[in-house]
């Protein structure tokens, strides 16, 4: 269920936008249109549409326009032209074109906002600040700290509740912005490059408290970022934007797999593939291993035996190999060395090499109860040396 | 050369009309005020005066203490006020500073509007600009003569030639503080449901604060080194005798007077001062 359609939008920053606009259709590039109106092109265009409980990272160089859609989401940009539409129950708002108690009403109960400066008010208590927004929705003040009290535990800082957000580091006074955020109890987050001002070990602990929270909490998240790794490890879509415009939105395996532009391509050039590569991408398929007396060849010593697309058995030199089946929940250390573990096919990089350490043997990839391929050392070195990211390769 | 000079431009003049036209058609206006104002004011010396010194010394440490608790302030304060009774100065220095609170407390509470407003809307502070500078540049004796005219002799025209010298502190420094509010923080208010009047109050009132305050502290200071042109006029405190020793060459009597006037400059700056840098801080 969609419960942000961004559709057809653009932004423009200036007082000359009935002149703009016509330039923006002729196909006018944003130096061109600066140079002729005056105005800045802040998004040109933009499709997006966000389901409930996905993260949706807007990516992007500084000046790409990724915070300047995310702040229409809100309605602190307006709208030149285009709909952004926002779920409220079981009607779409659309932000541009509400009145001033609708915003206010999707602002309190909707949409909340997390920003990259952390923006807490240095005057009130770490408590008082992430009650703010909860006074915005008009709760009564003992309910309210008594709330906030609680989205201060979630983040574990009730122990700094009556601090103020200079004596705290950057780290947590963004986990107080988080709180703010989370407190308000809406259902659509935004996050202004959240962690780019934090160090990189502090960003990724709180990458990880994100994706921890996100898990119990189910929230919908439009997320800037202009980290690459960032975005390929908490978002579940990508959306790549460049001069005002969106050139690539896809998951955010196809993103690194499939780049759109050479953009695209740069930016994915030097990503960490255990952390968005599937064994399905990885893996050497079945129809191109080599079958002998009914046998798939591994290699010379090793052969597997399928019956209707299914694993039967390994054999290596010295008699058959015991295979289990793993799930992200097994738990390595008890399983046997010397095992070949079957594997669900859109395993994760990280996990396969993971079990290659462990077991000293391939893996079976299986995908609806059917062998579909193998992974093999051969693989892993393929990806680690990132010839999977490139239109090229791709292409051939 | 000859030309220029004979054709003179009646600037002059025009200003006396409009200062006459202002006497004759709202006499009945600046009246009333010069009434309020002259009543409030005596009736505050009075009611302070007719406080013994002594008790008045101890709540202002009670005051003192609850602000700021330093114990060198109050020994400081103390001392001034003895040596200030001592010299004779106690009621001059009452009113002295019973002038300087009402023209502060004027000045800020048409101020501070003020700033806001200019601080939201810049052709406003565009328009204001030269008019603060004009108030503050203008020598004080200058605009002395229209209110003398407007409001009689005694503490009003005192108190109006203060406000009009002193009102610029608190309008510039509210303006400076309301529109040097980060962004982030406006765009935090608006981004969790602020209406105009909560952004204002709860967002650009507190972020400015330590601004308004040092406008205010600032304000203070202005009025005071107001006290002795406003004494020409007719306002009581310390600023008569200063002008009376003066006018009879009396240097003991002007030096008393001046070291009264600096002790009640140094303890209201160290009363004002601390609280709004340690909410800058």
Same mark, same amino acid.
């Given at each position: 269920?969609?419960v942000?359609?961004i559709?057809?939008?653009?932004?423009?920053?200036?007082d000359?936008?009935?002149?703009?606009?016509?330039?923006?259709?002729?196909?006018?590039?944003?130096?061109?249109?600066?140079?002729?109106?005056?105005?800045v092109?802040g998004v040109?265009?933009?499709n997006?549409?966000?389901?409930e409980?996905?993260?949706?990272v807007l990516?992007?160089?500084?000046?790409?326009?990724?915070s300047?859609l995310?702040?229409?989401v809100?309605?602190?940009?307006?709208i030149?032209?285009?709909r952004?539409l926002v779920?409220d129950?079981d009607?779409m708002?659309?932000?541009?074109?509400?009145?001033?108690?609708?915003?206010?009403?999707?602002?309190t109960?909707?949409?909340?906002?997390?920003?990259?400066?952390f923006?807490?008010?240095?005057?009130?208590?770490?408590?008082?600040?992430v009650?703010?927004?909860?006074?915005?929705?008009?709760?009564p003040?003992?309910?309210r700290l008594?709330?906030?009290?609680?989205?201060?535990?979630?983040?574990?800082l009730?122990?700094?509740a009556?601090k103020?957000?200079?004596?705290l580091?950057?780290?947590?006074?963004?986990r107080?912005?988080?709180?703010?955020?989370?407190?308000?109890?809406?259902?659509v987050?935004?996050?202004?490059?959240?962690?780019?001002?934090?160090?990189p070990?502090?960003?990724?602990?709180?990458?990880?408290?994100?994706?921890?929270l996100?898990?119990r909490?189910?929230k919908?998240?439009?997320f800037?970022?202009?980290?690459?790794?960032e975005a390929l490890?908490?978002?579940?879509?990508?959306a790549?934007m460049e001069s005002?415009?969106?050139?690539?939105e896809?998951a955010?395996?196809?993103?690194?797999?499939n780049?759109?532009?050479e953009?695209?391509?740069?930016?994915?050039a030097?990503?960490?593939?255990?952390?968005?590569?599937?064994?399905?991408?990885?893996?050497?398929?079945?129809?191109e291993?080599?079958v002998?007396?009914?046998?798939?060849v591994i290699?010379e010593?090793?052969?597997?035996k399928?019956?209707?697309g299914?694993?039967?058995s390994?054999q290596?030199?010295?008699?058959?190999?015991?295979?289990?089946?793993?799930t992200p929940?097994?738990?390595?250390?008890?399983?046997?060395?010397?095992?070949?573990?079957?594997?669900p096919a859109?395993?994760?990089?990280r996990?396969?090499?993971?079990?290659?350490?462990?077991s000293?043997?391939?893996m079976?990839?299986e995908?609806?109860?059917?062998?579909?391929g193998?992974?093999n050392d051969?693989?892993?070195?393929h990806?680690l040396?990132g010839?999977?990211f490139g239109?090229e390769?791709?292409a051939? | 050369m000859?030309?220029?000079?004979?054709?003179k431009?009646?600037?002059?003049?025009w200003?006396?009309?409009?200062?006459?036209?202002?006497?004759?058609?709202?006499?009945?206006?600046?009246?009333l005020v010069?009434?309020?104002?002259?009543?409030?004011i005596?009736?505050?010396?009075d009611?302070?005066?007719?406080?013994h010194?002594?008790?008045?010394?101890?709540i202002?440490?009670?005051?003192?203490?609850f602000?700021h608790r330093?114990?060198?302030?109050?020994?400081?304060?103390?001392?001034?006020?003895?040596?200030?009774?001592n010299?004779?100065?106690?009621v001059?220095?009452?009113?002295?500073?019973?002038? %300087? =609170?009402s #023209?502060?407390?004027?000045s800020?509470?048409i +101020?501070? @509007?003020?700033?806001? &407003?200019?601080a939201?809307?810049?052709w406003?502070?565009?328009?204001l600009?030269?008019i603060?500078?004009?108030m503050?540049?203008?020598?004080t004796?200058?605009?002395?003569?229209?209110?003398?005219?407007l409001?009689?002799?005694g503490?009003?025209?005192?108190?109006?030639?203060?406000?009009?010298f002193?009102i610029?502190?608190?309008?510039?420094?509210?303006y400076?503080?309301?529109?040097?509010?980060p962004?982030?923080?406006?765009?935090?208010?608006?981004?969790?449901?602020?209406?105009?009047?909560?952004?204002?109050?709860?967002?650009?009132?507190p972020?400015?604060?330590?601004n308004i305050?040092?406008g205010?502290?600032?304000?203070?200071?202005l009025?005071l080194?107001?006290? %002795? =042109?406003? #004494?020409?006029?007719?306002?009581?405190?310390? +600023?008569? @005798?200063?002008?009376? &020793?003066?006018?009879?060459?009396?240097?003991s009597?002007?030096?008393?007077?001046?070291?009264?006037i600096?002790?009640v400059?140094?303890?209201?700056?160290?009363?004002?001062?601390?609280p709004?840098?340690?909410?800058?801080?």
């Amino acid at each position: 269920m969609s419960v942000v359609t961004i559709e057809n939008v653009d932004i423009v920053f200036g007082d000359n936008k009935a002149k703009t606009l016509p330039l923006m259709d002729k196909g006018h590039t944003r130096d061109q249109i600066l140079g002729m109106t005056g105005d800045v092109v802040g998004v040109q265009n933009a499709n997006i549409e966000v389901n409930e409980g996905e993260i949706c990272v807007l990516m992007g160089l500084s000046g790409s326009g990724k915070s300047t859609l995310l702040r229409a989401v809100n309605g602190l940009n307006k709208i030149a032209r285009g709909r952004c539409l926002v779920r409220d129950g079981d009607k779409m708002v659309d932000m541009a074109k509400c009145d001033d108690a609708t915003l206010r009403h999707m602002r309190t109960r909707r949409v909340s906002m997390v920003f990259q400066s952390f923006a807490l008010m240095p005057w009130l208590t770490v408590l008082e600040n992430v009650a703010f927004g909860l006074e915005m929705q008009g709760m009564p003040k003992a309910e309210r700290l008594k709330k906030a009290r609680e989205q201060l535990k979630m983040v574990s800082l009730d122990k700094w509740a009556n601090k103020k957000p200079d004596e705290l580091s950057g780290g947590m006074r963004q986990r107080v912005g988080l709180a703010r955020a989370f407190a308000m109890d809406t259902d659509v987050l935004l996050m202004d490059e959240p962690f780019s001002a934090l160090d990189p070990l502090i960003r990724s602990q709180l990458q990880d408290e994100l994706i921890e929270l996100q898990k119990r909490l189910n929230k919908t998240i439009i997320f800037v970022s202009h980290d690459l790794d960032e975005a390929l490890k908490i978002g579940t879509k990508i959306a790549i934007m460049e001069s005002a415009r969106i050139i690539q939105e896809d998951a955010p395996e196809q993103i690194v797999l499939n780049p759109a532009t050479e953009y695209v391509e740069k930016f994915v050039a030097h990503t960490n593939p255990l952390n968005v590569l599937r064994g399905s991408s990885l893996m050497t398929p079945l129809t191109e291993l080599a079958v002998q007396d009914e046998h798939v060849v591994i290699n010379e010593d090793i052969k597997m035996k399928l019956e209707n697309g299914k694993l039967v058995s390994v054999q290596g030199p010295r008699g058959d190999i015991p295979t289990a089946r793993w799930t992200p929940e097994t738990i390595l250390a008890n399983v046997p060395d010397n095992t070949v573990f079957i594997v669900p096919a859109n395993i994760a990089m990280r996990d396969a090499v993971e079990l290659r350490y462990h077991s000293n043997h391939f893996m079976v990839l299986e995908e609806a109860d059917q062998c579909v391929g193998i992974l093999n050392d051969h693989n892993f070195y393929h990806a680690l040396l990132g010839k999977h990211f490139g239109r090229e390769e791709a292409a051939a | 050369m000859n030309w220029l000079t004979d054709n003179k431009i009646p600037l002059g003049a025009w200003m006396e009309n409009f200062v006459d036209w202002l006497v004759t058609a709202a006499s009945g206006f600046f009246d009333l005020v010069s009434i309020t104002l002259e009543t409030m004011i005596v009736t505050m010396v009075d009611a302070i005066d007719s406080i013994h010194p002594l008790a008045v010394i101890a709540i202002i440490l009670v005051g003192v203490w609850f602000l700021h608790r330093s114990i060198g302030l109050l020994i400081f304060i103390t001392l001034s006020l003895l040596l200030i009774i001592n010299m004779g100065y106690w009621v001059e220095t009452i009113q002295t500073l019973v002038l %300087v =609170v009402s #023209a502060t407390a004027i000045s800020v509470l048409i +101020g501070v @509007p003020i700033g806001i &407003a200019a601080a939201h809307r810049p052709w406003l502070y565009t328009m204001l600009r030269p008019i603060l500078d004009l108030m503050q540049t203008i020598p004080t004796f200058v605009y002395l003569i229209p209110t003398l005219i407007l409001f009689g002799l005694g503490y009003v025209p005192g108190l109006i030639s203060t406000i009009i010298f002193a009102i610029a502190a608190p309008i510039r420094l509210t303006y400076l503080g309301v529109s040097k509010v980060p962004n982030e923080l406006i765009e935090a208010g608006l981004a969790f449901g602020c209406t105009k009047s909560k952004l204002l109050y709860k967002v650009e009132l507190p972020a400015a604060m330590p601004n308004i305050m040092a406008g205010v502290t600032q304000c203070i200071m202005l009025s005071l080194s107001m006290v %002795v =042109v406003a #004494a020409l006029v007719g306002a009581d405190g310390l +600023g008569k @005798p200063v002008i009376r &020793a003066l006018n009879t060459v009396n240097i003991s009597q002007g030096f008393e007077a001046g070291v009264a006037i600096v002790l009640v400059a140094i303890m209201l700056d160290r009363i004002c001062k601390s609280p709004s840098s340690k909410n800058a801080g």
